[in-house]
């Protein structure tokens, strides 16, 4: 089900602040597998952040971002696996 995972900042977004998100994420792509990553948005998907592919192993990613206008559900972060394969491609 989408999205992944949510989490609920503290406080609403400010439009035009610098923002730093660290996060750790794993993901191996099983064989036949060669679409699917693990991405983040803002905002409830309104502005995409960060992805990774095929992390080996538990990884720590940051990214620094400007919060635009677009808000599609409030202070919120999902994380979301896309392109998720079929059960055949493991």
Same mark, same amino acid.
């Given at each position: 089900?989408?999205?992944?995972?949510?989490?609920? #900042?503290?406080?609403?977004?400010? +439009?035009? %602040? !610098?923002? !730093?998100? +660290?996060?750790?994420?794993?993901? $191996?792509?099983?064989?036949?597998?060669?679409?699917?990553? #693990? %991405? *983040?948005?803002?905002?409830?998907?309104?502005?995409?952040?960060?992805?990774?592919?095929? !992390?080996?192993? =538990? @990884? *720590?990613? $940051?990214?620094?971002?400007? =919060?635009?206008? %677009? @808000? %599609?559900?409030?202070? +919120? +972060?999902?994380?979301?696996? #896309?392109?998720?394969?079929?059960?055949?491609?493991?």
């Amino acid at each position: 089900s989408y999205p992944h995972h949510t989490y609920k #900042l503290g406080e609403d977004w400010e +439009i035009g %602040a !610098t923002y !730093t998100l +660290i996060w750790c994420a794993e993901h $191996k792509r099983g064989t036949g597998d060669t679409n699917s990553s #693990l %991405a *983040v948005y803002e905002g409830g998907g309104s502005q995409h952040l960060q992805a990774v592919v095929n !992390t080996n192993g =538990k @990884v *720590v990613s $940051k990214v620094t971002f400007v =919060k635009n206008s %677009a @808000v %599609a559900s409030g202070p +919120i +972060i999902h994380f979301y696996m #896309l392109n998720r394969p079929t059960a055949d491609k493991g």
